[in-house]
């Protein structure tokens, strides 16, 4: 079983529509998750670290369930610039400074 | 706009060259990552410096060789590489301690291209 996993995709959305990625981690210990975006031939950058309550920030919400060692992240409303490549990231608990990353969602948000 | 600058953007070397790629951060984090990322794939890690000590080195083969010279300065020495090493090679850098403080601020890459 890979340590994080995510369903490649691609999602193929059109404008306005609601989507939802998720993820699954194999460690229980984990403690540190996050979304990464990607566009093509850029670097990853920061969409949103997940707590465990859940978190939202403007149209993106971030969830978390430890019981099911699950992450999902929804983007409501989705924009043409919101298409990229969404990084799942999840720490590697024994082993400080290591993050695992997903293989990545990729998303196409059409007019 | 990233926060840690990486240099050269782009970067062709023939297999018997030696070339260094560089990375800077003036966050004050105290961890920094070298990655590198296959098209299509997600970025791999290669190596930590935490606290200007490398911390992890992920069976790299010896012909990338890491530096940090201090806290904001990270440089790959390359030397002797091969075609397959082709690749979008990302520093990042993050405040170390663990949790939340791990959070990737990445550069921009150096697409390298060996001939």
């Known amino acids: 079983r890979k340590e994080v996993e995510q369903d490649p995709g691609p999602f193929n959305v059109p404008e306005g529509a609601t989507v939802a990625f998720n993820c699954t981690y194999s460690?229980?210990?984990?403690?540190?998750f996050f979304w990464y975006r990607q566009d093509c031939r850029k670097e990853p950058k920061l969409l949103m670290s997940?707590?465990?309550s859940g978190n939202e920030d403007g149209r993106f919400t971030a969830q978390l369930n430890r019981a099911s060692q699950y992450i999902s992240l929804l983007i409501r409303d989705s924009k043409l610039s919101d298409s990229a490549t969404y990084l799942c990231v999840v720490n590697k608990p024994s082993n400080t400074g290591k993050l695992i990353f997903g293989q990545g969602t990729t998303l196409q948000v059409k007019p | 706009d990233t926060e840690v600058t990486q240099t050269p953007k782009h970067l062709v070397m023939g297999m018997t060259n030696k070339k260094s790629l560089k990375c800077e951060q003036h966050m004050g984090h105290r961890a920094m990552y070298w990655y590198k990322q296959k098209a299509k794939k997600p970025p791999e890690l290669m190596f930590v410096?935490?606290?200007?000590?490398?911390?992890i080195n992920e069976s790299v083969p010896s012909r990338f060789s890491p530096e940090c010279p201090n806290s904001s300065l990270l440089n790959l020495h390359l030397h002797a590489l091969q075609p397959e090493d082709s690749a979008l090679y990302l520093c990042a850098s993050s405040q170390a301690g663990g949790g939340q403080r791990e959070k990737l601020f990445f550069g921009s890459g150096t697409q390298l291209s060996v001939l």
């Open positions: 410096y935490s606290y200007e000590k490398l911390s």
């Open positions: 997940v707590y465990s």
């Open positions: 460690n229980s210990a984990s403690q540190s």
